[in-house]
């Protein structure tokens, strides 16, 4: 199974602010690199797939880039309801294994 | 509006089964693989399995080997994922999540339905 790294696996943030999260797989996946934003109680959401592709109704202050095995997902400016637990997963082979996760926190 | 509707909170005892329904709505059901990932109380996303709703196939993680069963009624456009010799750790929210049409990617997911495993 291929493996995806996070990190870091917390953040602290402002309002404001620029982050940016990585993830990296065990082997090469190409593009095949997708970003989840999940809040409590809730189902994940799609922000971004295939590595850089914007997915429809997510705001322009996400972008993702990447390919082979080091993928990045960045928020410009954050907002309030940014604060949540971000997800990579990778679409190159089932299983079609995430990242364990990174919490982006109100600082 | 696409829209997937999964069955309600199950309770169920070590050893036991459990069904999960997952009720699409909104496209053309045939045309989107979907999937079933979990989530233990406050951990990570995992991975379940697949099932092509065309043909059948599924595909799912080593780890179910021998006791995850996803199947499919076309006739209400409906996908099962039955899970059996149930312990502890299968203790999680499941998710059913469809497949975009020209993205490897999950675009719309289900409520979730949280089974409990519980003697």
């Known amino acids: 199974d291929i493996q995806m790294t996070q990190s870091p696996s917390s953040l602290s943030a402002s309002v404001g602010d620029r982050v940016t999260i990585t993830c990296r797989a065990s082997q090469t996946i190409s593009t095949y690199l997708n970003w989840y934003q999940q809040k409590p109680g809730k189902a994940p959401k799609l922000l971004i797939y295939t590595a850089s592709s914007l997915q429809s109704g997510v705001p322009s202050r996400f972008s993702g880039s990447g390919s082979g095995t080091d993928f990045t997902l960045t928020i410009t400016s954050l907002q309030p309801e940014d604060f949540a637990t971000y997800y990579c997963?990778?679409?190159?082979?089932?299983?079609?294994?995430f990242g364990q996760g990174t919490k982006l926190e109100i600082k | 509006q696409v829209q997937l509707v999964q069955s309600g909170a199950e309770v169920k005892k070590p050893g036991a089964s459990v069904k999960v329904s997952c009720k699409a709505s909104?496209?053309?059901?045939?045309?989107?693989?979907m999937h079933w990932v979990r989530q233990a109380p406050g951990q990570g996303l995992e991975w379940v399995g697949t099932m092509n709703p065309s043909g059948g196939s599924t595909r799912h993680a080593q780890k179910f080997q021998g006791r995850v069963t996803m199947t499919r009624d076309t006739s209400t456009s409906t996908v099962y994922m039955e899970l059996s010799s149930l312990r502890s750790e299968d203790t999680a929210v499941y998710y059913c999540a469809r497949v975009g049409g020209d993205i490897q990617a999950f675009d719309y997911w289900g409520q979730g339905t949280l089974v409990t495993v519980s003697s």
């Open positions: 909104g496209y053309t059901f045939s045309s989107h693989y």
């Open positions: 997963q990778q679409s190159y082979i089932t299983p079609y294994t």
